[in-house]
């Protein structure tokens, strides 16, 4: 099984209603498309989300990558020789996360359809459900309280809100939501580098003394500030979770020799793939530290690869695995069960995933030059 050809399509699906965040506001996934075709006939199929904003790849810059550097070195390689191709697709080029990502899951996608196996086994096949969390975007209290009563009665007993953007506001709207909700949900909070570390340990304290159970704080200071986020680890009793902060395997490390955080939050876009957040399940396993799995706004099949490695390891903890859930349309068909906040693996080979029936109403023209289409306000 050799790589014959990489191409690059985009991938437009609406989201059920628009996801807002401290840094953002996006209506639709708009993500690039990778296939990976071989000689046998097999297809490996991966998505990158260019989420600008917070991995600083955009879609031009996805497509450039894939086309202009991945591609020439994969041509023509086996896929069984799978260490072979991660070290050429790691040093393509430097950054880039989100490009490599796409690929490494086709590729993974393929070694594993090769192998005649679901991936999240080739992985260690740690368990075959997983429980996903809900994001709750920023709104005002009433309509996120609505959006979290709807999510409740769908399934979901464990919901992420979107906080970070007034501290005391965000108390308000988590007081009014506890209230709304009862005690029988858990609540994470994202504030995505919303707060500065005074603030936030000012703020999760208020939280503990009004005992509003919160299971744990999502990226409370900015990504670069990691003594900031140690202070704030070191303040509080309640569980901080690294994000932004992390992207490679070395960013991992430090925060786990500096305990800077109590868990960290893997998603495939920041790892660069499946190949680099094996490495960061290795070093948790070391320090003892639980991960996160977590996506941007994706699509099932790269939200799929993402469950694929939480199914494999036992050292993720805990899924926020919501793409497929925030969307309108899913366009692929086979592999892991998205049903709300229940996943459940597939029996088919590599990721399992195909495109459907309405799979060509959601992509548009193959991506033919680089000339820049106007990218969309995030
Ligand atoms: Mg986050």
């Known amino acids: 099984m050799k790589i014959t ?40 199929y991966g998505e990158a989300p260019p989420t600008a ?47 490599k990502a796409a690929v490494d899951m086709a590729l993974y996608d393929l070694f594993a359809r090769y192998h005649q196996a679901p991936l999240f086994r080739l992985l260690g096949g740690a368990r075959q459900t997983l429980a996903t969390d809900l994001t709750i975007s920023v709104n005002d209290s009433a309509e996120m309280a609505e959006d979290a009563r ?51 340990v000012k703020l999760i304290r208020q939280m503990e003394e009004a005992d509003l159970g919160i299971e744990l704080v999502e990226q409370p200071v900015k990504a670069g500030d990691l003594e900031g986020l140690k202070y704030v680890t070191q303040q509080v009793e309640t569980l901080i979770l690294a994000d ?43 320090y003892g530290m639980e991960c996160m799995m977590g996506c941007m706004l994706e699509s099932r ?36 069960v998205f049903d709300h906040a229940a996943i459940t693996m597939s029996k088919e080979a590599g990721l399992g995933i195909v495109p459907g029936p309405t799979f060509d109403q959601y992509i548009s023209q193959p991506f033919s030059s680089f000339s820049a289409t106007p990218q969309k306000k995030m």
Not at 53 to 75: F, N, Q, S
Not at 176 to 191: E, F, K, M, S
Not at 244 to 251: A, N
Not at 257 to 267: C, F, G, T, V, Y
């Open 5 to 44: 050809d990489i191409q690059v399509k985009r991938l437009r699906i609406p989201l059920k209603k628009p996801f807002k965040t401290a840094l953002r506001t996006v209506e639709a996934v708009e993500d690039i498309l990778i296939t990976i075709h071989t000689d046998t006939g097999d297809i490996g």
């Open 53 to 99: 904003v917070i991995t600083g790849d955009t879609r031009e810059g996805i497509e450039g990558a894939i086309l202009g550097h991945i591609k020439p070195r994969l041509l023509g390689l086996p896929v069984v020789e799978l260490e072979t191709i991660m070290e050429r697709l790691h040093t393509a080029l430097v950054g880039n996360t989100s490009a």
């Open 150 to 200: 709807q999510a409740v009665l769908l399934g979901y007993s464990t919901l992420k809100i979107k906080v970070g953007k007034d501290p005391q506001q965000d108390l308000k709207r988590i007081k009014a939501l506890r209230q709304t909700l009862g005690d029988g949900v858990t609540l994470r909070l994202d504030a995505n580098q919303g707060w500065t570390p005074r603030e936030a």
């Open 244 to 286: 932004e902060s992390v992207f490679s395997p070395l960013d991992a490390l430090r925060i786990m020799q500096e305990r800077a955080a109590d868990l960290i939050n893997i998603k495939l876009m920041k790892t660069g793939g499946i190949h680099q957040a094996l490495k960061i399940c290795a070093l948790a396993e070391i």
């Open 301 to 336: 099949l790269s939200v799929a690869a993402a469950a694929h490695v939480a199914a494999g390891r036992n050292i993720i903890t805990r899924c926020d695995l919501d793409g497929p859930g925030l969307c309108a349309d899913d366009p692929w068909q086979g592999g892991p």
